[in-house]
């Protein structure tokens, strides 16, 4: 490997390591600041009403840590958090960790089956709850599973009135004293968060990631969008994930810049309106939530004219959206990431610097204090520009899966975390994302990637959005589908998307399937649900394929 980091003609890279890692806690990090910038804005919930100063925020998280010690919860002990972006949730995530408790992110899009087995496979002593969000009635399903969930004590009921067997945010708030801090021993390689990856096939796996992996992957996050204590991040993105734990909120830590929620949950209006109100000079999103945002009827009367930065990641990023966001939200500076729970979870960002066209393109070059390579199916390192699986080595991979060795080697093998994303790596380490292994489909002994696909239909004018996927065929093994959603007012023929895609891409990729659609089913991160798509297609069409189990 030269001195630019770059293997000689093979897809392999490396980080750049002038900036240290760092050994702080959360708890440090988060005291650091304190100490630093104690009387600037630090978080604002615009729903709750909430707008804490450094100062005030860490009396809040102090005062949680200390009730939550008098409920005799000891370090290393296990507290899941369910709810939408509220101030309790991010209070939980500093007081917990400043307590060395395994704070468990619970999806709030999760029933009964779901989060009984995250629970159990955590071993939870208590949950941070709150009452309902939208048809999910939290406390009621809580009731339900409690009976199987020998583990779990103690259910903290978010607000001032507690359901029988429960007790309120409010009350353990007010029940500690001091934190005994002589029964604590911390360290930055201590396991201090699990996170449950949201796979389509079998049970979700608990990614159980460190102070070490989050704190460092937050700094080099910050440091790629030039952050600073001026900054104020507005964040529609949910807490429970990465997005919104690491990328948002310990990025905003780990300088000092003030974190805005615009509401519970995902609202474009809400979202606008908060960066406009708030003077934000930085937006995260994944690309629906920016398409939804420029999309919003009264886009126009917004305005964004003190954004700067931001992160567009979650999913690949259509390159007509992100031409769209840098030239009519303000955001020049926009920075696309890549990454995954199992890296803490960011591996690749582009700059602030980085050319446009790279911006667009590619999901930019990797992180610090990490390696990157693209391997083929025996695992030998491709050429650059060859596609095949991308693999991540460093300070961000996870500690495992939470007590499942078996599957942790699965996926990580000699250090190497294999991600099951099919990417390129040029010769100047730029990396593009091709799409999931699992989502490329092969027609006539053609492979296809779907995501080439989208980008291309997106130039189409009336087209809004768009998925595309394979479906099981007799004659060519698969068919490409695409499911469109057309631009407000417009109309449209799956003939008149054939007609586009005719003598501009190979005909094999063109879609023999289209169907037009109002919505498309997404996880509550934003994230399509292919696997869905593919089903009801294969019902409607009766195909008689297999379904995604």
């Known amino acids: 490997m030269d001195d630019t980091g770059l293997s000689p003609n093979l897809s392999r890279v490396r980080g750049a390591i002038d900036a240290p890692l760092s050994d702080l806690t959360i708890p440090e990090l988060f005291a650091d600041t304190v100490a630093r910038f104690p009387d600037r804005l630090a978080v604002v919930f615009r729903e709750q009403g909430v707008r804490w100063t450094w100062r005030e925020f860490q009396d809040e998280v102090d005062r949680f840590a200390a009730g939550l010690q008098t409920l005799g919860l000891n370090c290393g002990d296990r507290v899941g958090i369910w709810s939408p972006n509220r101030a309790e949730w991010v209070v939980t995530q500093f007081a917990t960790a400043r307590l060395g408790l395994i704070l468990v992110n619970i999806n709030p899009a999760y029933r009964l089956t779901e989060l009984e087995y995250a629970l159990r496979v955590s071993g939870c002593r208590a949950v941070v709850s709150a009452v309902q969000l939208k048809t999910s009635k939290y406390l009621e399903m809580l009731q339900t599973v409690r009976s199987n969930l020998p583990a779990l004590q103690w259910i903290v009921q978010m607000g001032d009135m507690p359901a029988p067997g429960m007790v309120s945010y409010a009350e353990v708030m007010a029940s500690g004293k001091d934190i005994r801090a002589e029964d604590l021993s911390l360290g930055c390689r201590d396991p201090i968060n699990i996170q449950f990856t949201s796979g389509t096939t079998g049970s979700p796996k608990g990614a ?12 080099f996050i910050a440091r790629a969008m030039n952050f600073t204590e001026v900054d ?3 964040i529609p993105v949910p807490l429970y994930h990465c997005f919104g734990m690491v990328l948002a909120v310990l990025a905003c830590v780990s300088t000092g ?16 309106a ?8 930085a937006l995260h999103g994944v690309p629906t939530m920016f398409i939804a945002e420029l999309g919003h009827p009264d886009f126009a009367t917004f305005d964004l004219s003190t954004l700067r930065t931001g992160i567009m990641a979650g999913s690949p990023c259509p390159i007509e959206t ?12 926009v920075t696309i990431a890549y990454g995954m729970t199992e890296t803490s979870p960011v591996s690749f960002q582009s700059s602030t610097k980085d050319p446009l066209e790279r911006r667009v393109t590619t999901v930019g070059r990797i992180q610090p204090w990490l390696e990157a390579k693209v391997v083929d199916l025996e695992g030998n390192t491709l050429p650059w520009g060859v596609t095949g699986e991308l693999c991540v080595r460093g300070y961000s991979v996870m500690q495992g899966y939470w007590e499942d060795p078996a599957r942790t080697a699965e996926v990580v093998k000699d250090g190497w975390m294999h991600t099951g994303d099919l990417a390129t790596i040029d010769d100047e380490g730029y990396c593009n994302i091709v799409g999931r292994a699992k989502d490329m489909l092969i027609r006539g002994g053609e492979n296809v990637y779907p995501r080439e696909i989208e980008e291309f239909l997106f130039r189409f004018p009336k087209v809004q959005a768009v998925q595309v996927f394979g479906l099981p065929d007799a004659k060519y093994g698969e068919e490409v589908c695409a499911w469109v959603v057309l631009k407000p007012g417009q109309t449209c023929t799956a003939e008149e998307v054939r007609e586009f895609c005719r003598d501009q891409i190979a005909h094999y990729k063109v879609p023999r399937y289209v169907r037009f ?15 869905v798509m593919r089903d009801r297609m294969i019902d409607e069409l009766k195909l008689g394929g297999a379904k995604t189990a």
């Open 208 to 219: 159980t990631l460190t102070h070490h992996n989050v704190v460092n992957n937050a700094r």
């Open 257 to 272: 810049a003030a974190m805005v929620f615009p509401g519970e949950s995902f609202e474009p209006g809400a979202t606008l």
């Open 274 to 281: 908060a960066v406009a109100a708030e003077r934000c000079t």
């Open 322 to 333: 992100m031409k769209r966001v840098v030239a009519e939200m303000s955001m020049s500076e």
């Open 232 to 234: 104020r991040l507005c």
């Open 517 to 531: 659609v109002e919505e498309m089913p997404m996880t509550v991160t934003g994230k399509y649900q292919k696997f």
